[in-house]
């Protein structure tokens, strides 16, 4: 057989094996019929559940200790948002994750989600110009006046974290109430030291 595909599985899905299985005292289920009631039978598999709001951070906010992050479709975030979570990251290098959130949020109260994005940032060319036209997109594609939080992403060294670009742009963006908070994200032990 196939790799991965074991005895076991190929008779619970071929023809045989749903005809086989079907067979119960002196009759005969229909495939249909046999899976419906193992449908009903089977326990269901139990969803993860919010059992709390933590305050986050410096900010105040309670956020859920289930978020939604990375590139996730509209249909996931919605469930997500039904169920209470109330934090979601994104990022402009998410494919079209902040499109995905931006619809997502249509019609719910912006207040009681945190929406936190990235922008990645080439410190040779950035200036603050680009980093707010950059960011005025995000906006547009997500929907919303402002955003909770803004991190420069995937920092490599310490002397991104100065880029003045960033700094002009985030200051400017939060004396006009389109930002609350800015951050940094890197990806682990690899960016602890400074390149030589």
């Known amino acids: 057989g196939e ?5 076991r599985d190929f008779l619970k899905n071929s023809a045989l094996g749903i005809i086989g299985a079907g067979v119960i005292g002196s009759g005969t289920l ?23 709001y933590r305050k986050l951070g410096r900010t105040g906010f309670k956020a859920s200790d289930i978020s939604s992050g990375g590139e996730v479709q509209e249909g996931v975030l919605n469930t997500l948002l039904d169920a209470g979570v109330n934090y979601i990251d994104t990022a402009e290098s998410y494919g079209k994750s902040e499109v995905y ?5 249509k019609g719910r ?6 929406i936190t994005t990235k922008l ?16 005025r997109k995000q906006l547009e594609r997500l929907k919303t006046d ?20 960033f700094h002009a742009a985030t200051k400017q963006l ?23």
Request: hydrophobic fraction near 35%; aromatic fraction near 6%; glycine fraction near 6%.
């Open 101 to 105: 959130v931006g619809n997502a949020m």
């Open 30 to 52: 229909s495939a249909q019929e046999k899976a419906k009631k193992d449908a009903k039978a089977a326990p269901k598999e139990e969803l993860p559940k919010i059992k709390e």
């Open 146 to 165: 402002y955003v909770d939080c803004l991190m420069m992403h995937s920092v490599a060294n310490t002397a991104m974290v100065k880029h003045e670009g």
């Open 3 to 7: 790799k991965g595909v074991g005895r």
């Open 174 to 196: 939060k004396q006009e109430g389109k930002l609350r908070f800015v951050e940094i994200s890197n990806h682990g032990m690899q960016w602890s030291k400074d390149p030589k």
């Open 120 to 135: 990645v940032l080439n410190p040779k060319k950035e200036t603050k110009e680009s980093i707010l036209k950059r960011f």
């Open 109 to 114: 109260d912006r207040k009681k989600v945190f």
